[in-house]
């Protein structure tokens, strides 16, 4: 194994801070205080965010960040997914976990996590992935749900988040690409009712940015690049680092295509959605989890 140790730093911050964020899910609790929470954790604890802290609310399935004076609260049912993830010096880690707020959801928020230990069950070098996106749906079925087809887990290399392959969560849409020692990869499952379409939307709101890789050295994006390099960022961030005026040149950015957004995913069918997610480095005869729950 020579897979940078700071991996696993990275992955320890991100399960601290996630591990926090779930205490704070309450129906009444604010999303912009949990998420500032879980954020400053990551700092606190020696990291940097690999991307603002994500809080999906029901038949919203990902990229929902506090925008800046969030008035939004948790609600009293349904599924709240929390995704955090921290970097340590570029080494990145990526985790989530959901919450149901009434009991009637508990199997969907257990699926998932079966889902993820089922799969993780089967990373090892050589592996295809073909295969990690077929126990997952095998595991999502068994239980008479719904596998979120167009969202997937992902490679990880250093400062790149979504690097490389995808690891889906139906196999019609895998590959046979084989998984290699050494290769960091996010596991992602997430999960919706019979109700669901199996597939999310963009929404029309977006609070998450990037800059493009293809741009970075545009110089209307100097400010952005040197601030937040080439990982995700928050809207909210961006009043903070640079006054509320800079969120109208952000707009413009993405007009102009060197920005990319981000929006809110929605359940098509708007079906309720759970989400569980690891951090592992594959090594020849198992995956080691860098985001272990403690
Ligand atoms: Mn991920
Ligand atoms: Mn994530």
New binding site residues.
């Given amino acids: 194994m020579v897979v940078n140790k700071l991996y696993f730093k990275a992955g320890e911050i991100a399960s601290k801070a996630l591990k926090e964020g779930i205490k704070l899910v309450k129906p009444g609790a604010s999303l912009l205080s949990i998420c500032e929470t879980i954020e400053n954790r990551i700092l606190n604890l020696g990291g940097r965010c690999a991307f603002p802290a994500n809080i999906s609310v029901n038949q919203i399935a990902a990229h929902y960040t506090s925008p800046p004076e969030d008035t939004a609260k948790i609600p009293e049912k349904g599924v709240v997914k929390v ?1 955090c ?1 921290a970097h340590v010096d570029g080494y990145l880690s ?1 985790t ?1 976990k959901s919450v149901a707020l009434n009991p009637e959801y508990e199997p969907l928020v257990e699926t998932a996590e079966k889902a993820l230990n089922s799969a993780i069950k089967w990373v090892r070098s050589g592996v295809k992935i073909s295969k990690i996106s077929a126990v997952i749906a095998q595991t999502i079925k068994k239980q008479d749900f719904k596998p979120v087809e167009n969202l997937t ?2 490679e990880m290399k250093r400062w790149n ?2 690097a490389g392959l995808s690891i889906p969560n139906i196999p019609s849409l895998s590959t046979n690409t084989k998984l290699r020692e050494n290769m960091v990869i ?1 596991i ?1 499952p997430f999960v919706t009712t019979k109700k669901g379409r199996g597939r999310v939307e963009a929404g029309k709101n977006a609070y998450i940015y990037k800059v493009d890789n293809k741009r970075r050295r545009d110089p209307s994006v100097k400010n952005f690049v040197e601030k937040y390099k080439t990982l995700p960022f928050a809207s909210r961030w961006v009043v903070k680092d640079f006054g509320k005026p800079a969120l109208n040149e952000v707009k413009k950015l993405v007009e102009k295509g060197v920005l990319i957004s981000y929006p809110v995913l929605k359940e098509i069918g708007r079906g309720i959605v759970a989400q569980a ?1 690891h951090t592992l480095v594959i090594d020849k005869n198992k995956a080691l989890v860098t985001t272990k729950r403690t």
Avoid: P, R
Wanted: charge should be negative.
């Fill in positions: 995704d993830g990526d989530a887990g992902h988040l979504h996010a992602e997610e």
